[in-house]
């Protein structure tokens, strides 16, 4: 069931093997893999069952992936055959029942820019500017499981336009340490210095703020 105004929002429930025991969305995918001809087109995953365990071992995380799931379905296509798959970032969680994953998928692409469009006043094309630039951030930032694809996104956060469309931007402030929670690699590194409110990434200004604490700034670029 789906609420009003809602749509392609389903769980899909899968076991170690990436076999599909549920699927709220696509029931006719039970009995084929994640990774298969009917939820994937066979898309190359390497590591894909991996990554899932790495994340439900650590009780949940976020998984990229490509899905046919998430598809607009294609009547020229056969049946759930030969649908194109949509790059798309999936929840999973272990539940209860052994060997049972629980997951649920939304797609990667970014609503449209909108170019002729101000921030200065509350217009719906400037809330859809917001939401493509804070949802895509938050997609990147949420599948960044290395040290490396942290350090990129923060990169294209300050030196690309790839979260901006004009005066729309978003910025990085370290608020807690990044990762899961406990130490090992990739989750929470120690030591590491006190960096908290610190500004790592800034789409407007790099140069004049990214290093500086949020929690100081004036509100002006060149002073405190």
Known sequence: LNPAGTSGFGLVAFDVDGYILADSLKPEFVGTRLDGMHASAFTLQSGLLERVKWATDWGGGWIPHFTTRLSPYDAAASSAVGQVPLAASMYVESCNVTNIRLAVAVGREPL??????????????????????????LLDMLNAHTDNDVTDTWFKVSYTDRFKVNDFY???????????????????????????????????????????????????????
């Open 170 to 224: 978003v910025f990085v402030v370290q608020a807690s340490w990044y990762g899961y929670p406990g130490p090992g690699h990739n989750r929470n590194p120690s030591p590491l210095a006190d960096t908290s409110d610190t500004l790592f990434g800034h789409g407007q200004a790099p140069a004049a703020l990214c290093g500086r604490n949020a929690s100081f700034l004036s509100g002006t670029i060149n002073g405190m």
């Open 112 to 137: 449209p820019a909108i170019e002729l469009c101000t921030s200065s006043r509350n217009s719906k094309c400037a809330f859809q500017n917001m939401f493509r630039v804070q949802g895509l951030a």
